[in-house]
């Protein structure tokens, strides 16, 4: 059982190029998550799903996008990449409430230069 | 609107000393709690979570939480830390379909 498999796990990427982060979840939970996390800032919600064609913006959107066409796969896209978005990002699910337990990705650290 | 306040940002301890790091919250009904452990390099874990019933959870390692309703409080609690509970800890509160986090506390432990 891979759980939340998150690719790349390093990212450097020049400011104004564009990439996708990917977020795919083998254990069929309909609620996914995407979180930034900078030092001593904690986590903050970017954007995230209730289920497949639904998202929804968290705390942090700007500069990014999203698309939840199956269940299992949630990217994350990056299109104009800008130093203010380096930082570890982690994808998460959790079955269909969420008061339940989230399992978390092992984490993309993106550096933009 | 729902905040999480995780009143230690850096604890150094010695091994075998006892933790409790604090955890507010404030939200007036129905929670659910969560206490996350993030090791250096490594992804959130669950450590312990509460939902209903015995306010004094019991997760992995030794930990163990309580929650006590009229100070909006669930601090985690371990009676003996190890240089192996080095770690960054991030309280957590539910909140409709998505979770609240505190800022997260650092816990540098010295063998």
């Known amino acids: 059982n891979a759980g939340v498999t998150q690719t790349p796990k390093f990212r450097i990427l020049k400011i104004g190029q564009s990439m996708t982060l990917q977020c795919t979840q083998d254990?069929?939970?309909?609620?996914m998550y995407w979180y930034r996390q900078d030092p001593g800032m904690g986590l903050k919600l970017i954007y995230y799903?209730?289920?497949?064609?639904?998202?929804d913006k968290g705390e942090v959107p700007n500069g990014y996008n999203v698309s939840r066409s199956t269940t299992e796969d949630f990217p994350l896209r990056l299109e104009l990449a800008a130093p203010s978005q380096t930082s570890v990002y982690f994808c998460?699910?959790?079955?269909?409430?969420?008061?339940?337990?989230?399992?978390f990705g092992q984490g993309t650290r993106l550096t933009v230069v | 609107a729902q905040s999480v306040s995780q009143h230690n940002h850096h604890v150094i301890l010695s091994e075998a000393a006892s933790l409790e790091l604090g955890c507010n919250y404030s939200?007036?009904?129905?929670?659910?709690l969560f206490w996350y452990v993030q090791y250096p390099g490594q992804h959130l874990q669950l450590l312990l979570k509460?939902?209903?019933?015995d306010p004094l959870v019991k997760g992995i390692k030794g930990f163990e939480a309580e929650f006590i309703k009229s100070k909006f409080s669930f601090n985690l609690r371990k009676p003996s830390v190890q240089w192996s509970d080095t770690a960054e800890y991030f309280c957590?509160?539910?909140?409709?379909?998505?979770?609240?986090w505190g800022l997260g506390t650092s816990l540098a432990v010295n063998p």
């Open positions: 957590a509160v539910n909140n409709q379909r998505k979770l609240i």
């Open positions: 939200y007036g009904g129905t929670v659910n």
């Open positions: 509460y939902f209903s019933g």
């Open positions: 254990m069929n939970h309909n609620y």
């Open positions: 799903s209730v289920g497949a064609g639904i998202t």
């Open positions: 998460a699910s959790n079955p269909d409430r969420a008061n339940t337990e989230a399992f």
